[in-house]
T-cell receptor, first 111, second 114 residues
């Protein structure tokens, strides 16, 4: 069975600093990978996804993630964060017809 | 506006008192699912439904029931709630199963069982 590991439960960072949220998954077989974001008091919403093709995928608000098959990783990065990026971020991996979610990383951006 | 609506947002109840959390979507999605979110455990799937009258267990189904009599509604039923069911619950829907087409989530229901 697939599993997802998000090693960092919390990541504090100052505004305009770069950030990386780490995600590793368990299997090297073909998978689809996702990052979902949960803003305070809201449900999760899709941030970006890797299905196939280019290993670097981008979101509309400046986040990017790179699929690394050899490292079984799908780390999320942003070169310069904003206060509004404060949220919880969940990495997810496909398993047959459902998603397996990681435990989440709380990104706290300070002014 | 396309949305998944859960009610209530907050619920406090006592052990053993049956309750229902409603979920409705207006996107004509066939797939719907319930998750619970607990600190340090992330999201875990409780039940899912691929279509009307088709439901199946997720990873943590014990103590929960669901029904799918209409395409838009997917209520979560706790027949005899216990304190270990205190959690944040999310309903989600998708035009796929969330693998190719994304999951659309409701805003959550925070349940406390005393």
């Amino acid at each position: 069975a697939q599993s997802v590991t998000q090693l960092d439960s919390q990541v504090p960072v100052f505004e305009e600093a770069p950030v990386e949220l780490r995600c590793n998954y368990s299997s090297s077989v073909s998978v689809y990978l996702f990052w979902y974001v949960q803003y305070p008091n809201q449900g999760l919403q899709l941030l970006l996804k890797y299905l196939s093709g280019s290993t670097l995928v981008e979101s509309i608000n400046g986040f990017e993630a790179e699929f690394n098959k050899s490292q079984t990783s799908f780390h999320l990065r942003k070169p310069s964060v904003h206060i509004s990026d404060t949220a919880e971020y969940f990495c997810a991996v496909s398993e047959t017809d459902k998603l397996i979610f990681g435990t989440g990383t709380r990104l706290q951006v300070f002014p | 506006e396309a949305q998944v609506t859960q009610n209530p947002r907050y619920l406090i109840t006592v052990t053993g008192k049956k309750l229902t959390v409603t979920c409705s979507q207006n996107m004509n999605h066939e797939y719907m699912s319930w998750y619970r979110q607990d600190p340090g455990l992330g999201l875990r799937q409780i039940y899912y439904s691929m279509n009307v009258e088709v439901t199946d267990k997720g990873d943590v189904p014990e103590g929960y029931k669901v029904s799918r009599k209409e395409k838009r509604n997917f209520p979560l039923i706790l027949e005899s709630p216990s304190p270990n069911q205190t959690s944040l619950y999310f309903c989600a829907s998708s035009s796929g199963t969330g693998v190719v087409a994304p999951l659309h989530f409701g805003n959550g229901t925070r349940l406390t069982v005393t």
